[in-house]
């Protein structure tokens, strides 16, 4: 088992370095660059020295793959240098609305987990009942259904019930709690509701493998009470499938919010990496998918340490 | 990872006589209702995008200032939006767009997927190792993030968006079909057709891929969805389809929630399209992969 998580640990890199050269090179083949569009606005006529030179600032002028090593040196020691449209630091444009996004998405999950758990649970439970049913076709309508339609659909009922729109401009959380709350708990339930339906899904079909296992049987037979068969026995084994899907999720979660942030009207990560393609912003881009795509790789790697951690069956194979 | 039920099926697909045909399908209506009534609406879907001319009421791109923004009525039953389009006509011709992309990107995404799958598994060594890892790459960018920035860079052509929606799908499919087809390696008849030296390509096309038609099966039934899904979201954020191409999601866009509070009509039903759409194809999906692999539960 060792031998394996060493491995995993060391094939990340690989996976990094290949995402960042797909991302790089990707970004590059849009037509129009980042120069072109923003000397665009300012008149009718740019010259091609002015392009040129603008381009030589950025580096762009150089071959391509000595723009890239010199990318990832920087982006090696988290530095990612500055936006192209804007001309801050990427840090900086990124710092702004992480914080957004961070908090929506760990809304979000707490949303999916406190419906799927209880729902997956029972469904399992119940299995082929009518209870069963509703809970599945719940689930399936919830990977059916847009979140960002839902989010409209959630506009459209406040105003119309009660007269009254969450506050368009945020508020971060250690300014004014409640209002806080208030504004970003509609995208939350929007993209939480989908959320639960995958964890949903994996928590019952988790329960119902383990329900079936020996040691239920043995549980059974030895009279212990239902309930402490299914939280002693079951819950605790069906869990580690379910974990893993809500961390799966919430590593994509922070750059899925996409189109919901855009219903919302919230200026998050998802909102700028549309705009940062837009614009052609090269850097901004780059360091958006290294960020979503290395959370992602880590909590994938996490994962296995966690399996193997809580599975004495994995640690000691 | 035994996909045992999977050669059953294949069976009854390729060589039963026709009247096994419709008892396969009566049983399946009879044990799994909820996915009787998934194929149901999809079936009606596909009549109504077929003959979307005869049955929509009026020119799904007939702009009417006269009508605009008009409630639902005998003669709009649906309503018409900003431009005064009949939000019926438009839903009914939307279906094509959502089909065709969906159909497009789940067909070729899982074909493309189980080619590489297969292949992997069965040269394995090297060639696995690098496929693997290649698609690990492509996996760790989020669906709608790769599709992004393929549209960005293709253009939104709806053959562009369909490819857009494909490539993320690949690596997702190979993942699976990869691991169903490293049990069929070492099945003995594939050991009999190298030994009877069928070439590498026969040998993949002819014995391993009709044995991965199981999770082949559920993975493109739930890859439609999916598209339907990713399509209407990149429509939505003005990168799929473009205007005035009848489609769910460029239907939510724009006027839809600026209006939203006078002509509700504009937002309502175009979600409700795509949400029973997926739906359906996720309620016959879900039978389905019980009904030929239940082990493949976490798709």
Redesign the interface.
């Known amino acids: 088992m060792r031998k394996y998580l060493i491995k995993r640990f060391f094939l990340m890199f690989p996976t990094l370095l290949g995402v960042a050269m797909l991302i790089f090179f990707l970004i590059r083949i849009v037509p129009g660059d980042v120069v072109e569009l923003r000397l665009a606005g300012d008149s009718n006529s740019v010259s091609e020295q002015t392009l040129a030179e603008e381009r030589a600032k950025f580096g762009l002028d150089r071959p391509v793959w000595e723009q890239f090593i010199t990318w990832l040196w920087g982006a090696l020691r988290f530095d990612f240098g500055k936006s192209m449209w804007t001309g801050a630091p990427i840090y900086e444009e990124i710092k702004l609305r992480f914080a957004l996004s961070l908090q929506l998405a760990i809304m979000a999950t707490i949303v999916a987990v406190l419906l799927a758990i209880p729902l997956g649970i029972i469904s399992a439970i119940k299995q082929d009942t009518w209870i069963d049913y509703t809970v599945r076709i719940i689930s399936i309508a919830g990977l059916a259904t847009p979140s960002f339609w839902l989010g409209i659909v959630f506009i459209l009922l406040m105003l119309i019930i009660f007269k009254w729109l969450p506050p368009m401009v945020y508020t971060p959380f250690w300014v004014n709690p409640w209002q806080n709350l208030l504004q970003l708990i509609w995208p939350a339930l929007a993209v939480g509701y989908r959320y639960s339906a995958v964890a949903t899904r994996m928590t019952r079909s988790a329960m119902l493998e383990v329900l079936r296992e020996d040691y239920i049987r043995t549980a059974r037979a030895k009279g212990l009470v239902e309930k402490l068969i299914l939280s002693r026995h079951a819950l605790k084994n069906a869990m580690l499938p379910v974990v893993t899907v809500i961390a799966l999720e919430f590593a994509f979660l922070l750059g899925g919010l996409v189109v919901t942030e855009q219903v919302f009207n919230l200026n998050g990560l998802g909102l700028l990496f549309v705009q940062a393609v837009a614009h052609r912003d090269y850097t901004l881009v780059q360091a958006l998918v290294m960020i979503v795509a290395g959370f992602f790789i880590v909590v994938n790697f996490a994962m296995d340490l966690v399996y193997a951690w809580l599975d004495p069956r994995i640690r000691f194979r | 990872m035994a996909i045992s039920p999977a050669r059953d099926v294949v069976v009854s697909v390729d060589e039963a006589p026709s009247h096994r045909w419709w008892a396969g399908i009566r049983d399946f209506i009879r044990q799994r209702p ?1 996915g009787a009534v998934g194929a149901a609406v999809v079936a009606i879907m596909v009549v109504v995008a077929i003959f979307a001319g005869v049955l929509a009421p009026y020119d799904p791109v007939a702009v009417d200032f006269a009508g605009m923004l008009s409630k639902p009525s005998a003669q709009h039953w649906l309503g018409t939006d900003a431009f005064g389009r009949d939000v019926l006509s438009r839903l009914i011709y939307g279906s094509r767009t959502a089909l065709f992309v969906g159909f497009g990107a789940a067909l070729v995404g899982s074909m493309l997927g189980s080619v590489l799958g297969v292949g992997s598994a069965y040269f394995g060594g090297r060639l696995d190792l690098y496929l693997q ?2 698609m ?3 996996l ?6 790769l599709a ?3 549209v ?2 293709l ?1 939104n052509a709806i053959h562009n968006v369909i490819m857009a929606i494909t490539v993320p799908m690949i690596p997702r499919c190979a993942l699976v079909i990869r691991s169903s087809a490293l049990s069929i390696r070492e099945m003995p008849y594939v050991d009999a057709a190298r030994a009877a030296g069928f070439g590498h390509a026969r040998i993949i096309l002819r014995h391993m891929l009709p044995n991965v038609m199981a999770p082949f099966l559920i993975l493109m039934t739930s890859f439609l ?1 999916q598209a339907i ?1 990713l399509e ?2 990149l429509s ?2 003005g ?1 799929g389809v473009q205007e005035p191409t009848a489609a769910w ?1 460029l239907m ?1 866009r724009g006027a ?2 600026e209006f ?2 006078a002509a ?1 009509w504009m ?2 039903f ?2 409700l399209a ?6 359906a194809f ?2 016959f999906g ?1 039978s389905l992969r019980d009904a030929l692999d239940p082990k493949l ?2 798709l």
């Not at chain 2, 760790?140 to 993030?145: A, E, Q, V």
């Open positions: 909820l890892r290649l690990d790459i492509f760790s960018f989020p669906l709608i993030i992004l920035a393929i960005a860079i253009g969805g899904l209407s979201s939505f954020l990168l999601g939510l839809a929630v939203a509070e509700p937002a309502i175009p979600g795509i949400s029973l759409a997926v739906f996720n309620l879900d539960r976490s």
